[in-house]
């Protein structure tokens, strides 16, 4: 590739269409610069929570409304929304079982530490979904893996945890390891980490079995903590036979195997595990698994659960290190309830498969007429275009193909096309309540964007 463009485009253009979009993008938003302006001060970096800064616009809009697939800001612009709160609206923004849900149970009490009726439901949906596990009930995926990790801990002996190189686990601290040369190293830019995460994480590549077997021949490995498909960055697909393997490895070396599917319960009715058959010994899933209301769950196969049993009753008295008061509350059983039971359907997933697979098709045809050496991955409701060929194979590559000057460049202009796509890499998800015509929309915005970036000199 020339020295002079990325991922096929000339740095030039990509220069003058990144300044138009974002002149174009401020200039249509006079209200919520206003309104940012006059307010936001108040809040560390000018956003309530630091990920907003991640965005690539000139600033932020203000979300004045959000129903189904729809955003619509302050400034009167509506949006396609396939962000979907970065999978945390997966199934819509306020699916009307959930919002009813939360209207019903608003009357009776948000939070008491004690359990309802709802609570046994919500146990005997989770394992209607997504297999026979014991369950327990938190607010982030970030708590349910971190809590997992103390269990697997706690029965194996072991100190340590394997990740793979560039996972995503939400804020788990110790997955916030790289590698380096083949080496596990604290990952760069963490603020405040002062002990060295390799006493307690090793990294592998993903898609590496020999790696891992390695790894877990030391004998100090408690757990195995992975996403059946890599998507913190540019996404990978595991190779046939990879989790196959990965379930043999933990039985031989006497490891748990942790699922998280946080991101991949896109993949189909039951996550990527149910779809696909996995084994593991706990099962995590967050963000849309209560239709928006911040609730995770992660459950233990019935042998864990033993296992955990006969460790919990034998450990001294005292905290756990496990749990939070406000999770378990019954807003959250009463989400979970209507999104299990009336939300998170065949019907539905049906719907949100189609769908997708139109829009991966859609972008493929897109970036193949334009000749960009670009590629599109899908996994069931998820879409992603990448700015690189493909497909990739473990966190390294994936890294190497991420874009963020192309990709924050598309992103806006995308917005000012009317369509919102996940700001931290090319993600787009199809909840049940989007339609075919945004889908067509989102294609066509794709196919000018492109027109613009590689069109003949």
């Not at 979300?63 to 997966?90: N, Y």
């Not at 019903?104 to 948000?110: I, S």
């Not at 997504?130 to 697997?152: C, K, S």
């Not at 706990?282 to 006969?310: D, H, N």
Request: proline share 6%; with cysteine.
């Amino acid at each position: 590739m020339p020295a002079d463009t990325i991922a096929g485009v000339r740095t030039d253009r990509l220069t003058a269409f990144a300044a138009q979009e974002a002149a174009t993008y401020a200039k249509a938003r006079p209200k919520s610069a206003k309104a940012l302006a006059k307010g936001a001060g108040t809040f560390l970096g000018g956003v309530p929570m630091h990920w907003m800064a991640d965005w690539p616009m000139p600033h932020l809009p203000l979300v004045a409304t959000a129903t189904g697939a729809r955003i619509t800001d302050i400034d009167g612009h509506g949006l396609d929304d396939f962000c979907l709160g970065d999978t945390g609206s997966m199934f819509g923004h306020s699916p009307p079982p959930v919002a009813k849900a939360i209207r019903a149970q608003a009357r009776h009490g948000l939070t008491y530490m004690l359990p309802t009726e709802a609570a046994l439901q919500a146990g005997r949906l989770l394992t209607d979904r997504f297999g026979d596990f014991r369950w327990q009930i938190a607010t982030t995926a970030t708590d349910a893996n971190r809590f997992a990790l103390r269990v697997a801990r706690a029965i194996t002996g072991k100190p340590k945890v394997l990740v793979f190189n560039g996972c995503y686990h939400g804020t788990v601290d110790d997955t916030f390891v790289t590698l380096e040369n083949g080496a596990t190293v604290n990952a760069p830019g963490l603020l405040g980490q002062v002990s060295d995460l390799t006493q307690t994480a090793v990294a592998c590549e993903f898609n590496d079995l020999a790696g891992v077997e390695a790894a877990l021949a030391k004998g100090d490995v408690a757990a195995i903590l992975t996403e059946p498909v890599m998507t913190n960055s540019c996404m990978v697909l595991p190779d046939a036979g990879f989790h196959d393997g990965l379930r043999q490895l933990c039985l031989k070396h006497g490891a748990l195997l942790i699922i998280d599917e946080t991101h991949t319960i896109s993949s189909g009715l039951g996550g990527y595990t149910r779809v696909h058959s996995l084994r593991p010994d706990i099962f995590v899933v967050g963000k849309c698994v209560a239709g928006g209301m911040p609730t995770a769950v992660w459950g233990l196969s019935p042998t864990t659960a033993e296992r955990y049993i006969q460790v919990n009753a034998d450990r001294p008295s005292g905290r756990s290190g496990m749990g939070t008061t406000l999770s378990a509350n019954p807003m959250q059983f009463a989400c979970l309830v209507a999104t299990l039971d009336k939300v998170m359907t065949p019907a539905n997933y049906a719907h949100m498969e189609k769908l997708a697979e139109r829009l991966a098709h859609g972008l493929a045809r897109v970036i193949d007429r334009h000749a960009a050496p670009w590629h599109v991955v899908r996994v069931g409701a998820r879409v992603e275009f990448i700015c690189a060929p493909g497909p990739l194979k473990n966190g390294a590559e994936a890294a190497f193909a991420h874009q963020p000057q192309i990709e924050a460049a598309v992103h806006t202009a995308l917005i000012n096309r009317g369509t919102l796509i996940a700001p931290f890499h090319n993600m787009m998800l199809i909840s049940p309540a989007t339609r075919k015509a945004q889908v067509d929309r989102l294609i066509a915005s794709f196919d000018s964007l492109l027109t613009h970036l590689f069109q003949a000199a």
